[in-house]
């Protein structure tokens, strides 16, 4: 079944360490995107890439950080510059020239 | 700027009656209009979308949403609510061509259904 997979579901950190967010499609799309989800507050953009080795700050970047080394992974570093970094994480993907994303189930970050 | 809004943050229905979520955006260009479902803990699943083709568009599990460009809105209705609705519901603008992150998202509506 082509989808978006986001591993782990569920994310622990203490204060100070980074941590890294997995993030796979089997959808052969170009672009991929995260987005940072907190209560009441929709979905806001982190980073975007339409083209491997190649992404763009999004709308709440500083703090995180990402790679795109295959077409088909884009990993999510939350570092520890992150200052409130609990929060649901979406992972999306899309054709090269946009419209409807795909999403994957989401990995839930706590902070401890 | 292009914005969109949901103009209701909680909406509550009885089982069998219908649904109505609000939605208004704002853009300059035409736009491509979308809502979403979210069940808890999950992630979002396209309902339907618009994209400059029929005002009245139809989408999965017997939702359905209107264009109406005098309004500036995309409300989102179903007929009759059944118990699996019962999740948070997005509007999403597409502003311009491309995929540079242009999705604008609404903060969505929980929709609770009541047996």
């Known amino acids: 079944d082509g989808g978006i997979t986001q591993s782990p579901k569920y994310l622990f950190r203490k204060e100070g360490q980074n941590v890294t967010l997995s993030c796979e499609q089997n959808?052969?799309?170009?672009?991929m995107y995260w987005y940072r989800q907190d209560p009441g507050q929709g979905l806001r953009l982190i980073y975007y890439?339409?083209?491997?080795?190649?992404?763009q700050k999004g709308d709440i970047a500083e703090g995180y950080s990402v790679s795109r080394e295959k077409k088909e992974s884009f990993p999510l570093t939350v570092t520890s510059a992150q200052k409130n970094p609990t929060a649901f994480y979406l992972c999306?993907?899309?054709?090269?020239?946009?419209?409807?994303?795909?999403f994957g189930p989401g990995t839930r970050l706590t902070v401890l | 700027a292009q914005s969109v809004t949901q103009l209701d943050s909680h909406v509550s229905v009885s089982e069998g009656t219908p649904v109505l979520l609000r939605c208004n955006y704002s853009?300059?260009?035409?736009?491509?209009l979308f809502w979403y479902v979210q069940h808890p803990n999950k992630g979002l699943q396209l309902l339907l979308k618009?994209?400059?083709?029929?005002?009245l568009v139809k989408g999965i599990n017997g939702f359905e949403a209107e264009f109406k460009k005098s309004e500036t809105s995309f409300h989102l209705t179903k007929p009759s609510a059944h118990m699996s609705d019962a999740a948070e519901y997005f509007c999403v603008v597409s502003v311009g061509g491309g995929s540079q992150g242009n999705l604008i998202f609404g903060k969505g509506t929980k929709l609770s259904v009541k047996p």
């Open positions: 618009y994209t400059s083709a029929a005002t």
């Open positions: 959808l052969n799309h170009d672009a």
């Open positions: 853009s300059s260009y035409s736009p491509s």
């Open positions: 890439s339409q083209i491997v080795n190649d992404f």
């Open positions: 999306a993907s899309s054709g090269l020239y946009g419209g409807e994303q795909f």
